[in-house]
């Protein structure tokens, strides 16, 4: 089993900018892959970003250019620093980790970003 533990949410002004946090302990291990992906109330859940170990990245279109993620592999940490806030970028964000050795998919339980003025 790998744990999640996520942080760095909240609320802040159209324009703003915010960074999460997420580390995984447990099973993890450095080559597993690891991304965010959010949920806005009545849409389904998105991806955001996702990280390779090898530091390779993929954004979903709507934060290209804003958004920036980046893994810390000695503190097992993968971060999401978002730039240029806006409000459609109200959601539940939630940390992902995809097992490398036994190709499984974990879940952090979400961190709350609003944006608002």
């Known amino acids: 089993q790998v744990q999640l533990v996520e942080s760095g949410g909240g609320l802040v002004q159209p324009g703003g900018s915010l960074t999460l946090s997420c580390a995984a302990s447990?099973?993890?291990?450095?080559?597993?892959?690891m991304g965010w992906y959010r949920q806005a109330p009545g849409k389904e859940r998105e991806l955001v970003a996702g990280?390779?170990?090898?530091?390779?990245?993929v954004y979903g279109d709507s934060v290209k250019g804003r958004f920036a993620i980046s893994r810390d592999n000695a503190k097992n940490t993968v971060y999401l620093r978002m730039s240029s806030l806006k409000p459609e970028d109200t959601a539940v964000y939630h940390c992902?980790?995809?097992?490398?050795?036994?190709?499984?998919?974990?879940w952090g339980q979400g961190t709350q970003v609003v944006v608002s003025s």
């Open positions: 447990g099973s993890f291990d450095s080559t597993d892959s």
């Open positions: 992902h980790v995809l097992s490398h050795i036994n190709g499984k998919a974990y």
């Open positions: 990280i390779t170990s090898g530091g390779s990245t």
